[in-house]
């Protein structure tokens, strides 16, 4: 199975700290089918997400790093479960981050890339679970 990473677009997102981010990215993979019901979803966490590629092969032929939990008849069964995996808020994997060119200065954010919370990480990461239509 060939994983594709996704990047789904926000106009904003407000941090803990009052600061507004402006065209937020982040990036994800999927693997399994979501029901009609939109109930079998299951998100992955590991080691705060440094990138979305948790199973199957990526086009570098590089095994997801949880390839051996994930898929059909694995501990996170594909033929039941709609597995989700987004890059976490301040990543440097296709999700808004340091290395992001900062829509107001035309450069990368670099070190005035704000300081985020994990509750930030977490507002993301429910901002793409809504668009994706995930109750």
């Known amino acids: 199975m ?3 990473t996704q990047i789904a ?4 997102l407000t941090l803990d700290n009052g600061v507004t981010l402006r065209d937020i990215t982040v990036a994800y993979e999927t693997y399994g089918a979501l ?11 590991h080691a705060f997400t440094g990138d979305a590629h948790a199973a199957g092969i990526d086009h570098e032929g590089k095994p997801g ?3 051996n939990m994930i898929g059909p008849g694995k501990a996170f069964d594909t033929d039941h479960y709609f597995v989700l ?3 976490v808020l301040g990543g440097c994997r ?11 200065t035309g450069k ?6 704000p300081g985020i919370t994990i509750s930030d990480m977490v ?13």
């Open 35 to 45: 029901n009609e019901a939109r109930t079998n979803a299951i998100l992955i966490e």
């Open 85 to 87: 995996c987004a890059n």
């Open 9 to 12: 677009q926000f106009d904003s």
């Open 123 to 135: 507002r993301l990461q429910k901002l793409l679970i809504d668009h994706l239509g995930i109750p």
């Open 2 to 4: 060939i994983a594709e």
């Open 65 to 67: 790093w949880w390839a």
């Open 94 to 104: 296709g999700t808004t981050g340091p290395s992001t060119v900062n829509p107001a």
């Open 108 to 113: 990368p954010y670099g070190l005035a890339f």
